[in-house]
C-alpha cells in the first residue's frame, strides 16, 4: 500500500494584537455613545415624570434598564464573535452588532412611547 501524502491544514495569519485591541476600542466608542444615549434616556423620563409630578412604572424601569444594558451585551457578544477572525471579519462582526443595537433601540422606542413608561 502506498502511502498517500497528508496535506497541512492551510493557515490562517492571525490579526495582530493591536490592531484587533485598536478595533475594539473604536467600535467600543460607538457602543459606549448608544450607552449613553440610553443613560440619557433613563435621566430625560425621569425628568419627566419629575416634571409631571409623578414616576416611572416597573415597566418602564425595565425597558429603560434593557435600553442601557443591549449595547453592553451586543458588544460583548461581537468581541466574542470576532476574537480569532481576519480584520474583514472583525469589523463586519461590529458592524451587526451596531445594526442590532439600533434595531432594538428603535423598536424599544416605537413599542414604549413615554407615557407608556409613566404610572
Known amino acids: 500500500m502506498s502511502a498517500e501524502p497528508t496535506q497541512a491544514a492551510?493557515?490562517?495569519?492571525a490579526?495582530?494584537?493591536?490592531?484587533?485591541?485598536?478595533?475594539?476600542?473604536?467600535?467600543?466608542?460607538?457602543?459606549a455613545y448608544d450607552?449613553?444615549?440610553?443613560?440619557?434616556?433613563?435621566?430625560?423620563?425621569?425628568?419627566?415624570a419629575s416634571g409631571l409630578d409623578t414616576s416611572i412604572s416597573?415597566?418602564?424601569?425595565?425597558?429603560?434598564?434593557?435600553?442601557?444594558?443591549?449595547?453592553?451585551v451586543i458588544f460583548l457578544i461581537a468581541l466574542r464573535l470576532g476574537r480569532g477572525r481576519d480584520i474583514l471579519a472583525q469589523v463586519l462582526v461590529y458592524l451587526t452588532?451596531?445594526?442590532?443595537?439600533?434595531v432594538?433601540?428603535?423598536g424599544i422606542i416605537a413599542l414604549f412611547g413615554a407615557g407608556e413608561l409613566l404610572t
Open 10 to 13: 492551510p493557515t490562517r495569519r
Open 15 to 31: 490579526l495582530p494584537r493591536w490592531l484587533a485591541t485598536t478595533l475594539a476600542v473604536v467600535f467600543g466608542l460607538f457602543y
Open 35 to 48: 450607552v449613553w444615549e440610553a443613560v440619557g434616556n433613563v435621566v430625560g423620563i425621569s425628568t419627566l
Open 58 to 72: 416597573v415597566l418602564g424601569w425595565a425597558v429603560l434598564s434593557i435600553g442601557v444594558a443591549v449595547p453592553i
Open 97 to 102: 452588532g451596531l445594526g442590532v443595537v439600533a
Open 104 to 106: 432594538v433601540s428603535l
